[in-house]
């Protein structure tokens, strides 16, 4: 079984920074996206970054000049550096991909477990 394995995150005082990283676990045919979503208490999930199939980048505007989507290991893991962080960003982030397990699969969503980022003033 496939799984998102991510890490990181925290507490930390606004303009501080946290690193989220979040790694396959195990040899998939292809990786379609990555990226991650976020969902403050009270709100829906909103995408934050998302690298695509043609490896361009979205970045939400909220974050924009503060985050940084980047990827290594042949994009089998995937980083979001966030820098000059504010209290607006606290909420639990999700790593996110749209994966291709094996050469006949369609690519399917796979979610990581979450992991809370909390900001303060």
């Known amino acids: 079984q496939v799984q998102l394995l991510q890490s990181g995150g925290g507490s930390v005082q606004a303009g501080g920074s946290l690193k989220l990283t979040c790694t396959v676990s195990k040899w998939v045919r292809a990786i379609c996206t990555r990226g991650w979503y976020r969902q403050a208490q009270g709100k829906e999930r909103e995408l934050v970054s998302m690298?695509?199939?043609?490896?361009?980048?979205t970045l939400a505007d909220a974050v924009k000049g503060r985050f940084t989507i980047s990827q290594e290991n042949a994009g089998k893991t995937w980083s979001l550096q966030m820098d000059d962080l504010e209290t607006e960003d606290t909420a639990v982030y999700y790593c996110a991909a749209r994966l291709r397990p094996a050469a006949r699969d369609p690519c399917t969503d796979y979610w990581g477990h979450g992991t809370q980022v909390n900001v303060t003033e």
């Open positions: 690298v695509n199939v043609d490896d361009t980048i």
